[in-house]
């Protein structure tokens, strides 16, 4: 009963708090914006790592007008309260992983896109292994056509915790470069080489 109630309390306010936090974090920083030429109008599948999420959303909105997004989230107690905090920036979720419930997030994903709305993954989450391609983001991007865009968060100066993804908070008052590459169409390469080139990409800004 005692914890049930603590996870019900945690449900509550740690998303508010962490978005309260990131809205801090954001504001009180220098950012320096590195944005691609050309933005594609139809659905697009953001990708980024585990450990980079927090300021995600921001690229997000910088891009898009009119954001439409859900983010691929695991059923896990946190990836519910990531979900909860997505809810506070108008994101939508997808609960699931490549490892747990793998068709149905697949066939949410793919009709989220064929409705016009752009669907965001972690593609080494929810559990690692840390900065490795798992193939739902292929899978996904090829069966859709969708093309790929990466994000990147890049702070001058931050904390990184001991988690498995090495997860980074921004410190307050630091310059982060804000990444978003150029339109990514995997659709013609093998399943690898699309894994190859997207984390290649990843990894470009990695820190």
């Known amino acids: 009963m005692r914890k049930r109630l603590l996870r019900a309390l945690s449900l509550t306010l740690v998303p ?15 950012k320096v914006w590195h944005l691609p030429e050309n933005m594609p109008n ?17 690229i997000y909105f910088k891009l898009r007008k009119k954001p439409n997004a859900k983010v691929i989230i695991s059923d896990h107690f946190d990836g519910q309260i990531i979900a909860k905090v997505m809810t506070f ?20 994903a793919l009709r989220q896109l064929g409705e016009g709305v752009d669907v965001a993954i972690t593609p080494d989450g929810p559990k690692g292994p840390r900065h490795e391609v798992q193939d739902g983001v292929v ?44 339109p990514i169409d995997i659709s013609g390469l093998e399943h690898e080489e699309a894994k190859e080139l997207i984390k290649s990409t990843l990894l470009k800004h990695d820190y």
């Not at 708090?17 to 974090?25: E, F, M, R, Y």
């Not at 090829?142 to 001991?162: E, G």
């Not at 993804?165 to 150029?182: G, N």
């Open 42 to 58: 139809e659905p697009v599948v953001f990708v980024f790592w585990h450990g980079d999420l927090l300021m995600q959303p921001y």
């Open 16 to 30: 508010f708090l962490g978005a309260i936090l990131i809205k801090l974090l954001y504001f009180t920083s220098k």
């Open 139 to 182: 899978v996904i991007a090829q069966k859709s056509k969708a093309k790929v865009m990466i994000f990147s968060v890049v702070p001058r100066r931050y904390w990184q915790l001991k988690s498995w993804d090495r997860f980074t908070i921004p410190k307050p008052f630091t310059t982060i470069d804000m990444y978003a590459s150029e």
């Open 89 to 108: 920036f108008s994101l939508g979720t997808i609960h699931g992983s490549s490892t747990r419930n793998g068709a149905k997030v697949l066939i949410a």
